[in-house]
């Protein structure tokens, strides 16, 4: 996946980011139960800058960010 690539990221009631690439799922995602509501757009470069292993939802599946930059093995069919 591109470095470039925006996507919409929170963060969960244990502290670790989420993300995904579609805005409007992102807003699904969020529920009255995360106290850390707030969603932020950014990079995928950036958010794997934050967090190597934040996980990001691309095609019905969680991909780390680390392996979504660099096309390992779990990253590499997108």
């Known amino acids: 996946m591109p470095e470039d690539t925006i996507v919409y990221v929170f963060q969960d ?4 980011w989420l993300a995904t690439v579609d805005e ?3 807003h699904i995602f969020v529920t ?4 850390h509501q707030t969603i932020e757009t950014m990079t ?4 794997y800058e934050r967090d190597p292993h934040a996980l990001v939802r691309a095609r019905e599946q969680y991909y780390w ?9 779990r ?3 997108l």
């Open 32 to 35: 009255p139960e995360f106290t």
């Open 65 to 73: 960010a680390e392996d979504l930059m660099f096309g390992t093995a």
């Open 24 to 26: 409007n799922e992102a």
């Open 13 to 16: 009631n244990n502290g670790k």
């Open 75 to 77: 990253g590499a069919i």
């Open 44 to 47: 995928l470069r950036e958010l």
